[in-house]
Each structure stands twice: as structure tokens, then as C-alpha cells.
């Protein structure tokens, strides 16, 4: 998550030293005395117009809780993500999984359903935006991250949900594959906001997941959500849910705990299953008006310490890919 060449300024005159513009100019008057010639005047030095110095990339992404799938809105946010030169992963949550009678989809964070095949559009508006605010010479990547969650999953098909929004997240690489202009800067993954507190018997939680792995092709899949609740999901359960199948987290750390809780199940999953979940950075929601989450980088830090707390040597390195969810 490329350095700015450095721009040499003029440098400085030295207060302790003398003008050498100033020494010519008095060295020179005698001289057009006594030559009946006017004295010369120094040239001014020509300013250079100031050089235009490119903004660094940003180290940390925006991520979204959508109200909308309007192609037009998600351009531009698209647009605003390319001007920043972002790369990483980019999150756009459109809510918990639905269902209207006849196709799947999501109930946004406006409570108005949205059917996958509006979403997919959405997503790719997004993806036109961001390539085209793009500076000229930007070689930065970013995976667009298809989004939901399992709260209140009211779904009498859990499983059918999964695997449909394993499918069109599938349907949204082929499309960006076939436009190498955007696929050479945004691939797209699927992410889920994974609670315990919000299923607690996992029932539907497990469906779903199995659903989305079932479908061809092993789509990516970021778990974005926490392990608030304490044990209401049992080690085997969690674990379903954060290591199993081609899943990678990017826990909510707002806080010292939630790092800590992280720590735990990683501990417990070693010694269980011999395997941990795989860490592919952190997700903050940190506001300046709002104490309720940590900053992205000290979120990512207190992940890492608690690992290495708590678990030791066989905790891995934390990857830097840092994403800041907001509204």
C-alpha cells in the first residue's frame, strides 16, 4: 500500500556570507565612471514556474457501507478512490443477504432491496471510475470487494445465497477480464461481515459459507467482521468461519480487545487444527468526531502484538493492508 521524487529547491543565501550579485555590481561602478558608460544592472534571475508534486499514494483505503447501487454514485466513488491513487482492498458492504420473491440480493444500508444483478453493476461502475481518476502513470492495484454480512439473514435458503453471490462475484471477474484496461487495476473478491452475536447458532451463518464454497472456481473470500460476543460460536464453528476454505480475514480491530480475541482464537485453532486464520490485514472504522474505533495503523499494530502475546513464534506477520470503513 511509490515514493515521490524529491524536487531540489534554489538553495537558500547564507546570512553569514556576502552577495556576489551585490559585490559584482559594486566592483563594476568605477569601472563605468571612468568609461563614461552607465553602470550595468544585474539581470534578475528567472523564476521557474513551481513543479507540480504528485500526492504519495495512499497507504490506507475507503471502504463503504452503500445506501445505493446507482452506476453514477458508485462512479464517482470510484473516482474519489482513483484520485487518491489508493490501492488495496476496497470493501462496498450493501448489506445483509435477501431475498424478494424472485431473485437474490441484499437489503441496503437505505433498507431497500438491491438484486445481485444491480449490485454486480454497481461494482463495476465502481471499478470504471477508479481506473479512469487514476493518475496517467499509476501502476496501483486494488481488489473491489463485493460485500454483505450475516445479520438478520431471514433467508429460507441460506445455502442458494451463498452460492449466488459466490457466482456473480464470479460474473464480475469475467467481466473486468474481458476489459484489460480495468483488469490490469482492479480484480474483484467477495467479503463478509461475520458476527456471532448477529447468528448465534451459525446455522444460517454455515449455509451460506457453504453455499459460497460449493460454486466453481474457489472465489476469494475476505471475512471483514469480529469476534464480539465471546463464545457464543464454538472453536470449531469460528474457525469454519475465518480459516476454512479460501477465506481470508481482515478482522474489525477498533479496540485492544477485539485484537485480543483474534490472538485467543488463533491460539486455539493452532493447537486444535494446526492451522490459523489467514490474516490479510485490518479493518478499522476510526472517525475524527468519533472515538469508536482505533486509527488503521494502530489497529494493525495491536493485532500484531497481541499475536505475538499470546501465540508466540507460530503467529504470522499481519500484512499492511489497511482499510478504514465508513458511511
Request: proline share 9%; charged share 20%.
Amino acid at each position: 500500500m511509490l515514493g515521490v521524487a524529491p524536487v531540489h529547491a534554489a538553495p537558500e543565501p547564507d546570512p553569514g556570507l556576502p552577495d556576489l550579485d551585490d559585490g559584482v555590481a559594486t566592483l563594476a561602478r568605477p569601472l563605468a565612471l571612468l568609461l563614461d558608460l552607465p553602470t550595468p544592472v544585474p539581470t534578475p534571475p528567472v523564476e521557474e514556474p513551481p513543479r507540480h508534486v504528485k500526492a504519495p499514494p495512499a497507504s490506507v483505503s475507503a471502504s463503504r457501507y452503500e445506501q445505493t447501487t446507482g452506476t453514477a454514485e458508485l462512479r464517482r466513488q470510484g473516482c474519489v478512490a482513483g484520485r487518491r491513487n489508493v490501492g488495496g482492498l476496497i470493501i462496498l458492504d450493501f448489506g445483509k443477504p435477501s431475498w424478494n420473491g424472485h431473485s437474490f440480493g441484499t437489503i441496503l444500508f437505505s433498507n431497500r432491496f438491491a438484486p445481485n444483478r444491480d449490485v454486480t453493476r454497481a461494482l463495476y461502475s465502481f471499478a470504471v471510475g477508479y481506473v479512469r481518476c487514476l493518475p496517467a502513470s499509476s501502476e496501483r492495484k486494488i481488489v473491489v470487494a463485493r460485500g454483505t454480512s450475516n445479520y438478520a439473514m431471514l433467508l429460507s435458503k441460506p445455502y442458494d445465497a451463498g452460492r449466488a453471490w459466490a457466482r456473480w462475484t464470479h460474473g464480475l471477474s469475467r467481466e473486468l477480464a474481458a476489459h484489460p484496461n480495468i483488469a490490469a487495476h482492479v480484480s474483484a473478491a467477495a467479503a463478509d461481515d461475520l458476527e456471532p452475536d448477529w447468528d448465534r447458532s451459525f446455522r444460517r451463518t454455515g449455509l451460506f459459507l457453504r453455499g459460497f464454497r460449493s460454486f466453481p472456481g474457489h472465489q476469494l473470500l475476505y471475512n471483514f467482521g469480529s469476534l464480539d460476543g465471546g463464545s457464543i460460536w464454538t472453536v470449531r464453528q469460528a474457525y469454519y468461519a475465518t480459516a476454512l476454505g479460501n477465506t481470508r480475514v481482515v478482522p474489525q480491530i477498533y479496540n485492544h480487545k477485539m485484537a485480543k480475541q483474534w490472538a485467543d482464537l488463533t491460539r486455539t485453532a493452532l493447537r486444535r487444527y494446526h492451522r490459523a486464520p489467514r490474516f490479510a490485514g485490518v479493518t478499522t472504522q476510526h472517525h475524527a468526531r468519533c472515538g469508536c474505533s482505533l486509527k488503521p495503523h494502530d489497529a494493525r499494530r495491536a493485532l500484531q502484538r497481541s499475536l505475538a502475546l499470546h501465540v508466540g513464534p507460530a503467529a504470522a506477520n499481519v500484512p499492511p493492508l489497511l482499510t478504514n470503513i465508513v458511511y
